[in-house]
């Protein structure tokens, strides 16, 4: 059993996370826009926000399991109050860059950085197989949950100051203040991890790469795949969501808060319900059989005529599209050796970043001609539902050891 610390603080430090990018996302794209940056920039520096956390997550999750899984994790706390911090207090474009490039900044509100890998080989190591998908449920659950509340908070705190007297640029830096204090204070919880996170000595002696060794085949193939997806997602990311939304039908920022709480709130709940499906029919057929149905509601939503029609054809999306994440999760950490997890995650993370990481800068210029202003959803539904249909084709057969 985990350490009576490890468990709560995991959750914690997740919750903490979580929040900070909520809070962020809603509000990252429009206060790029009050500091002078065009459409095309910011999808560049999006771009490039992401590039750069696929360089430095890479470092710090291929030598996790070597220099240590907590010390590892507050670096990455440390970097990512680092971009908080230099996008609050610079309006210089290239410096901008570089706190992207270094620091840890979510312009998508979902869980981007280090933190995610480490956590996820902690809680393997931590719970036996059987309890694995259903921790990882919750975990996401939890996430999720703090995601919504964060970008209700944004909102509602940045309508609210410019209700008295503020401008929209000082209640944007004021946002960016809470994410540096929720970078430190992620660092103090980390700090507080017990040595039972650390990975047991590994009794491999072979050569390795990036950290794997006999899984390296199925890592790599899952990492294409994942990044296929994350290119598709990386179109949408919910800062350039909330820009769409408040472009084309005028929605202020609490509203933007309140849509994208509701829309958290319903992936999180969804995640205890994809733990119940995978014990029922597997984990790739609930991976896929979830994930399809979402892309075409995806799809669908640039179509709308109105606003509330908008947003409820995407609340009904978010209620299914994270049904795949705990269970990719718990695929990934079954189908590979226990002192391959770190690095397994790490690899697959960091396709997923490097996925992303180009979809924001062609978002952003599509967000510029107005005629394209629904393409970046037709987009990534279709090179979604492409990945569901690739992955089902190569997965299907290939079963861990605690799959049904």
């Known amino acids: 059993m985990p350490s009576s610390r490890d468990l709560p603080l995991l959750f914690a430090t997740r919750i903490t996370r979580l929040f900070a990018y909520g809070f962020l996302s809603v509000i990252l794209a429009l206060y790029l826009i009050q500091v002078g ?37 507050i670096i990455g706390a440390l970097l990512m109050a680092f971009a908080g911090l230099t996008f609050a207090l610079t309006e210089s474009f290239a410096l901008l860059v570089v706190a992207a490039i270094i620091g840890v900044i979510s312009p998508s509100g979902n869980e981007i950085g280090p933190f995610i890998s480490i956590e996820q080989a902690a809680l393997s190591q931590l719970f036996p197989k059987e309890k694995r998908t259903q921790v990882f449920a919750w975990y996401n659950l939890v996430g999720s949950f703090a995601t919504a509340l964060g970008a209700l908070a944004s909102g509602l705190l940045a309508q609210q100051l410019q209700y008295g007297g503020a401008t929209p640029l000082e209640s944007y830096r004021i946002v960016l203040a809470g994410y540096v204090a929720a970078g430190l204070i992620l660092a103090v919880l980390f700090l507080f991890l017990s040595p039972e996170i650390e990975t047991t000595p590994s009794l491999h002696q072979g050569p390795r790469t990036l950290g794997l060794h006999q899984s390296k085949g199925v890592v790599f193939k899952l990492s294409a795949l994942f990044a296929l997806d994350a290119f598709g997602g990386g179109l949408v990311l919910q800062s350039i969501m909330a820009y769409w939304f408040h472009v084309k039908f005028g929605a202020s920022e609490a509203l933007l808060g309140s849509i994208f709480f509701g829309a958290n709130l319903l992936a999180g709940i969804s995640a205890l319900l994809a733990a119940r499906i995978a014990a029922r029919i597997g984990l790739i057929n609930t991976m896929v059989f979830t994930h399809l149905p979402s892309n075409i509601l995806l799809c669908l939503v640039p179509f709308m005529p109105t606003l509330p029609l908008a947003i409820g054809v995407l609340l009904v999306r978010y209620s299914i599209s994270q049904m795949d994440v705990p269970t ?22 960091i396709a997923r ?18 005629a394209l202003l629904g393409a970046p959803f037709l987009l990534a539904g279709g090179l979604k539902i492409v990945y569901d249909l690739l992955l089902y084709r190569a997965f299907v057969t290939v079963k861990p050891p605690d799959q049904p």
């Open 328 to 349: 990719r999760q718990a695929y990934t950490m079954a189908v590979v050796a226990p002192d391959e997890r770190s690095a397994a995650s790490g690899v697959t993370t």
């Open 353 to 370: 970043s490097v996925g992303a990481a180009i979809s924001p800068a062609i978002s952003g210029a599509m967000l510029a001609v107005p």
């Open 37 to 73: 940056l065009k459409e095309g920039e910011i999808g560049l520096l999006l771009t490039l926000t992401l590039a750069g956390d696929a360089v430095i997550s890479l470092w710090i999750t291929t030598s996790a399991d070597r220099l240590g899984r907590r010390r590892m994790l």
